[in-house]
């Protein structure tokens, strides 16, 4: 499975980004996804997963913000983040979790994308 991250930039504190992702793999559909994100001096942390069945989970510092949305017919996941804050800065990454747990831990998650910057100015 390979992921290939997209839609990062600058903005300023309010406004919005869309994140996609793009997976390869004959059984995407079967697949568990999620966004994680990482800042500089911090562990990865978790952002949001969606399950095959489309069940959505989040950060609860994303929560009401973000959704995470996914497309199995074109193979990609889309993470749509309103009301950005300084704070949200961060290198994003996309993964997949091949049992479709959709849970929060790093370690459930097999592959991953290489990131996309995303940077919220105040």
């Known amino acids: 499975v390979q992921l290939q991250a997209s839609g990062g930039g600058l903005v300023q504190a309010g406004e919005s980004l869309r994140l996609s992702c793009a997976a390869s793999?004959?059984?995407?559909?079967?697949?568990?996804l999620g966004w994680f994100r990482q800042a500089p001096g911090k562990e990865r942390e978790f952002v949001a997963a969606?399950?095959?069945?489309?069940?959505?989970t989040y950060a609860d510092s994303v929560k009401g913000r973000f959704f995470i949305s996914r497309d199995n017919a074109k193979k990609m996941v889309y993470l749509q983040m309103n009301s950005l804050k300084p704070e949200d800065t961060a290198i994003y990454y996309c993964?997949?979790?091949?049992?479709?747990?959709?849970?929060?831990?790093?370690?459930?998650?097999?592959?991953w994308g290489q990131g996309t910057q995303v940077t919220v100015s105040s």
């Open positions: 993964a997949v979790d091949l049992e479709n747990l959709g849970n929060k831990l790093v370690r459930s998650y097999e592959y």
């Open positions: 969606i399950t095959w069945a489309q069940i959505t």
């Open positions: 793999g004959r059984t995407f559909s079967t697949y568990g």
